[in-house]
């Protein structure tokens, strides 16, 4: 009889939204606007300070788009010299 290890085609399928957080959703949305619709409005409203658009902005973004990663590049020996690759 086999123990531990994944199994196919167990548990919850990726993406799926658990109870808590479906939960947590439904009552943000019952309140009419969601923290992230609010804090680009706060963005958006020109006659608000600068500065507290900008930190709305800096709280949005990651929520928005996706952060780049760092891509390691090794250039201490390279295979061949600039002039062979041109």
Not at 13 to 18: A, I
Not at 61 to 85: C, G, M, N
Request: glycine share 8%; hydrophobic share 40%.
């Amino acid at each position: 009889m086999a123990r531990g290890g994944a199994r196919p085609n167990a548990g919850r399928t990726r993406g799926t939204v658990n109870r808590f957080n479906r939960e947590l959703l439904g009552r943000a949305n019952e309140g009419g606007q969601l923290p992230l619709d609010y804090m680009l409005e706060i963005m958006r409203d020109q006659f608000l300070d600068t500065w507290l658009r900008i930190d709305a902005a800096k709280a949005a973004a990651p929520y928005v788009r996706q952060k780049l990663s760092a891509i390691s590049v090794d250039v201490t020996a390279p295979e061949f010299t600039h002039e062979e690759w041109l």
